[in-house]
């Protein structure tokens, strides 16, 4: 029997934002990632002139390089016990994807790294000739896409949805967890709670758990 579990990477696999980190390191300050991000929650504009925003001020900062990120993607550092529970998940038979509303060139190296078999991002960014920042190809809606993403997984690997293990921490996790019944949530975010199996505080937990 086919075995699948599905990790969120922010917040989840890491304590921080890949996100925030990226923003500020390329040139964002901390004041102003924060005040995108809040009005984006607030509705005060939509997901893509969030990022249209995000890419105005990165490309006038002029730092962000292909080397410069490949480099950056090196720092982000994971939860202390994340390594050793997909290893240990794979020992036991599981297929391990990780799947983010993050950034690929940021994203997948680190996830591979730590073990993962397969990774799904729903943005990317896009350099020019020279290998200078220009753009972020996105697909628009995160929480829909990582649905998107985990419904072709399931049917890929030929297990239904409600057994496939899911491992999230906040809003873009909301819709697969509904779907599956066997969602883990590490942290403490209060509309997942709902939809939760277990609820965990830290990834080693999950050994014990399936």
């Not at 990120?69 to 036991?92: C, N, P």
């Not at 940021?106 to 591979?112: F, G, K, W």
């Not at 991002?121 to 000739?129: C, G, H, N, Q, R």
């Amino acid at each position: 029997m086919n075995k699948l579990i599905c990790f969120d990477f922010d917040g989840t696999l890491t304590e921080k934002s890949s996100w925030y980190l990226f923003n500020t390191h390329f040139g964002m300050t901390p004041e102003e990632d924060h005040s995108l991000f809040h009005q984006y929650l607030e509705n005060g504009f939509d997901y893509k002139n969030w990022m249209l925003e995000i890419v105005r001020i990165l490309k006038e900062r002029g730092h962000c390089t292909k080397d410069a990120v490949a480099e950056f993607a090196q720092t982000i550092s994971v939860r202390e016990d994340a390594q050793s529970t997909i290893t240990a998940l794979k020992e036991k038979g599981y297929k391990v994807i990780v799947y983010s509303g993050g950034l690929k060139q940021v994203i997948e190296p680190v996830a591979l790294m730590i073990g993962a078999d397969e990774v799904y991002t729903t943005a990317e960014l896009v350099f020019d000739e020279n290998g200078v920042f220009h753009s972020i190809i996105d697909q628009s809606d995160e929480m829909h896409a990582k649905v998107k993403a985990f419904i072709a997984l399931c049917v890929r690997y030929g297990i239904d949805e409600s057994e496939a293990v899911v491992v999230g921490d906040g809003g873009n996790d909301l819709e697969i967890f509904r779907r599956s019944k066997k969602a883990i949530q590490i942290g403490n975010y209060e509309p997942l709670k709902e939809y939760a199996w277990k609820q965990i505080q830290s990834l080693s937990e999950i050994k014990e758990l399936i």
